[in-house]
């Protein structure tokens, strides 16, 4: 890195003499395009969550008396259906917005699952890596390498064909979809945690919290992990986003949530097939992910600024 | 450096060891592509299991004969043999540089354009930051960085393959975007134009990346004391960016260029198989679906042999390029 001169002109700002909630709502407040992330989130969140009442059909029902053999198109492509398919139907007849709202279900709770999964593994790793030192870090560190080495969606695609090698492609249900990416994705959370951890443990409140007598796990998850939090914060959002793209990804290619659930990866391979007389199929299911991967995007780079503007 | 080429060779093996272990002890193992065929009865399983080896000898316990075989197999991957692949019926290394120039090209394209744009962009995005036009590009910067590379694929194939963009006076720009050629005798404007849309695919994440990168490293050059002093000097603008700013700014962005390397790898996967590219990417991804494990597991080897170089390449590079920085 370059090196910077310490002293500038305009080092403070006037938030800098608060408390740090007020500084952390007021900066986060300042970042226009993570306030407008956060209620783009909030939509689509309510939209998953109200799935069952919003959806004007069953996601997998086929409109045997409109569909008649081609996908139809949407309400302002062809206004007769306007009352029936608002964005119009898939391949086999299925209403695009039903399916559209249940997808928003399986991409957010596939990107929230795996990613509390793969905070709770990293953080518990990476700070009795990071507390302990020696053998314990040396060890952890050198599995956190290997899973560093092989770049995560060819490593996922591997697992999952291999489960679904071992019975069938629908063996591959929302449940290990979530187990094996919350398993593979956790070292980047714990190397975070650990490099925390080693400048925490020799602070003078580290110090005094083992003078009174703190076994280590309450000296580790009371005292020090609360100081540790920021960046995990941090991280786990932006990996939100990230676990949302995997999921799409590897339903796209066929090793990940699978029909006739639909999400928004699988509902975009099936219109593939159709893209020629059909955009609309290849279009809304997509904008969906952008949407929601882009405001989390959006959230995260506020949280960064807002919470450590020093942390790049 | 020599100690740390050194280093990465434990690693590797004990990347090999996991990989291993894990595609072993998966369920079918690696007889998995044979479990489905209706035509192989259980006793063909067991003949098959003896024959390759997969049976412990009496007394000894799965989990020893398993480490056992991995020594064995770690012997044949060393003198250049990964096995044989199932799904194409030769053996893995043959299959894998036969088709790794198809993905090399693909690469190589990509990274050129996205080196040059991105550090283009980054730059520009960085002499003036927060004007319009550093809003505009860092915008798209987080566009390319959330969009799914398989939506992006698709929505060009949309555009410029399905329906093509309508220009005036009655062109219109189309291009193929399946194959590496058309099936005419060699033709390079032919190759070109089916290079132009996966190119753009393999390129976005990259190009998003690199110029998110440039602008933030140039921008902290920027702030610096001599960069000050170069201007108290009165030297012209285009000197002070170019001799004073760049040289320095451009060092942290040259190892963010190694170390993206393997990213770019990986990421082919997705767009070779779009576009019907005959490359690694689509191989392994054929290979996925036909259990062919000898095949993966040389594949996944190949990455994580390309990601640690690249590692050791970034070292290197910014120990070349910064004096200040001295490895021991």
Known sequence: MATTLPVQPNVFQEDDFQSTKVTFWTRLRRHRLAVAGFVVLT?????????????????????NVHWLGNPLPPCFVDGSLCAKHLLGTDEVGRDLLSRLLFGARISLTVGVFAVVMEVVIGTFLGAISGYYGGWI?????????????????????????????????????????VL???????????????????TLREREFAEAARALGNNDMRIIFRHLLPNAIAPIIVQATLDVANVIVLESTLSYLGFGIQPPTASWGNMLANAQATLQTAWWAAVFPGVGILLTVLSINYIGDGLRDALDPNMR | ??????????????????????????????????????HITPADIAR?????????PAGVPDWLWTIVRYFKWLGQVLQGNFGYSTSNSQPVMQAILERLPATLELMGASFILSVVIGLAAGIFSAIKPYSFSDYFITTLAFFGQSMPVFWFALMLQLLFAVHGIPLPFGYIIQTPSAGMSSMDAFNLGDRLSHLVLPVIVLSL????????????????????????????????????????????????????????????????????????????????????????????????????????????????LYAWLDPRVKYD
Request: positive net charge.
């Open chain 1, 137 to 177: 870090d040396y060890v952890i560190m050198r599995i956190t390498d290997v899973f560093l080495s092989i770049p995560l969606l060819p490593l996922l695609l591997v697992l999952t064909a291999i489960v679904a090698a071992s019975s069938s492609k629908a063996a591959l249900n929302f449940g290990v979809i």
């Open chain 1, 43 to 63: 939509l689509i969140v309510l939209a998953a969550v109200f799935a069952k009442w919003l959806a004007p059909f069953d996601p997998n029902a086929i409109d």
């Open chain 2, 205 to 316: 994440l990259s190009l998003a990346l690199y110029s998110r990168f440039m602008r933030s490293s140039l921008l902290e050059v920027m702030k610096t004391d001599y960069m000050r002093t170069a201007a108290a000097k009165g030297l012209d603008f285009p000197t002070i960016l170019f001799k004073h700013g760049l040289k320095n700014a451009l060092i942290p962005v040259v190892t963010i260029l190694a170390l993206s390397l393997p990213g770019v790898l990986g990421g082919a996967i997705v767009t070779e198989t779009i576009f019907a590219w005959p490359g690694a990417g689509r191989m392994f991804y054929n290979a996925l679906q036909q259990s062919d494990i000898a095949l993966m597991m040389g594949y996944l080897l190949i990455l994580a042999f390309f990601v640690v170089f690249s590692n050791l390449l970034a070292d290197v």
């Open chain 2, 1 to 38: 450096m020599v100690r740390r080429t050194l280093q990465s060779i434990p690693l590797l093996l004990l990347i090999s060891f996991i990989l291993y272990i894990i595609l072993n002890n998966a369920p079918g193992g690696p007889l998995a592509p044979y479990l489905q065929n209706p």
């Open chain 1, 180 to 198: 094996i990416i919350g398993a593979l994705s956790w070292p980047n959370v714990a190397r975070l945690v650990r490099a925390s951890f080693l």
């Open chain 2, 48 to 56: 098959l299991k003896a024959n390759l080896g997969l049976t412990p």
